[in-house]
């Protein structure tokens, strides 16, 4: 197979990637990774990849429909997976319009692009060709304590600009399926933490923060349920939908970790005592502070993955508490790497807040 990844060089797009070029038995002929470099964007998450003869990074954006289509014959691919999206909530309050042209204008753009490819190509391998869409569970809107979890048939009620865009996003890439038969699929995932995790976002800000004797910022009261994926999980999830889901379905990747916010912070924090102490012998613990909850924060979110273990035979291989425990210990060794991205791309912009 001759791959197509948009976004690679983000946290899930990098995990992916690593976990395909690194597996034994590997079909892959060529894996191209084409990421515009944005702020997310970082090539040192595959630095150690770079020698790999199947590997080619393409610097550039899915909405460069020239490039997109270069790339695309040039390379022969089989399948697209796209990662590719501004994904930050708060960044989405602030600035709505960026992830429209990236999740929505780009998408489209992508879309057109491989179908073209896809229609021209000879059989068996346009049977063979899939585009997959990676996408979000935020795009289903926000649930009560008592609700019961997102299925792949919970309509669509998106709460913020980012989720609104990638609902859209969603709904070009089912559209394109029905219209012109593209064979396409979508998977729609909950929080994702791990490795290489970009460090604006709850875990890896809690962790950096408390490290470095900052406050851990927690919004509201801190009872905001998401449902916890372990990034490799959802790599494994993803490739096992390009290869044997069917075309057109959408497949829900839930961790089956449900958990407030206040809980993992706290069990940040349970877990840097014993692994890294302040230095004074207090516990990070004392680091929280509430501050002013998110507009329109959405409550819980929760995934029912039970359609893609029950046809595809998918289970996460990590429970919270191992999960949880390799992340902090991955942070705990790659302090260099964060204070990379701190100190060249976010010196100037606010780290946001936990949530």
């Known amino acids: 197979m001759n791959l197509l990844v948009t976004g690679g060089c983000g946290f899930i797009g990098s995990n992916f990637i690593r976990q395909r070029l690194l597996e034994k038995g590997s079909t892959l002929t060529r894996l191209v990774n084409l990421d515009a470099l944005t702020y997310a964007g970082n090539p040192a998450n595959l630095a150690d990849l770079a020698g790999d003869p199947r590997y080619v990074f393409a610097h ?14 040039e390379h022969q691919i089989d399948a697209v997976v796209n990662f590719a999206a501004e994904s ?7 600035s709505p319009e960026p992830f429209v042209q990236t999740n929505v204008v780009g998408t489209l753009r992508l879309l057109n692009c491989a179908r073209l490819h896809w229609s021209k190509l000879p059989e068996p391998r346009k049977s063979a060709f899939r585009f997959l869409h990676v996408s979000t569970d935020e795009v289903y809107g926000t649930l ?3 609700d019961p979890a997102f299925t792949e048939e919970t309509p669509f009620a998106p709460n913020s600009p980012y989720a609104a865009s990638k609902a859209a996003s969603d709904h070009l890439v089912r559209s394109y399926q029905h219209t012109y038969k593209f064979p ?8 994702n933490y791990g490795p290489f995790h970009f460090p604006e976002k709850l875990i890896p800000l809690v962790i950096l923060n408390a490290l470095e004797g900052k406050p851990l910022p927690v919004y509201g009261d801190g009872m905001q349920v998401r449902d916890w994926l372990y990034v490799e999980d959802h790599a494994a999830a993803i490739w096992l939908v390009l290869q044997r889901g069917r075309v057109g379905e959408t497949y829900n990747i839930g961790g089956l970790n449900e958990k407030p916010n206040l809980e993992i912070v706290r069990t940040i924090c349970a877990l840097l005592d014993e692994k890294s102490p302040r230095a004074d012998g207090k516990k990070y613990a004392d680091q929280i502070t509430y501050v002013a909850d998110r507009p329109g924060h959405d409550r819980r979110y929760a995934i029912n993955c039970a359609k893609l273990q029950r046809e595809l035979g998918w289970s996460p291989r990590e429970s919270f508490a191992t999960g949880i425990a390799k992340t902090v210990d991955w942070y705990l060794t790659h302090r260099a790497w964060a204070a990379d991205i701190t100190a060249k791309k976010y010196a100037r912009e606010r780290l946001g807040t936990a949530g």
Do not use: E, K, Y
């Not at 550039?60 to 014959?73: E, K, N, P």
């Open 184 to 191: 396409t699929l979508t998977t729609n995932c909950s929080n």
């Open 144 to 146: 009560t304590p008592t």
């Open 88 to 94: 930050h909530v708060d960044r989405s309050i602030d």
């Open 60 to 73: 550039g954006s899915i909405g460069d429909a020239d490039l997109v289509t270069r790339l695309l014959a």
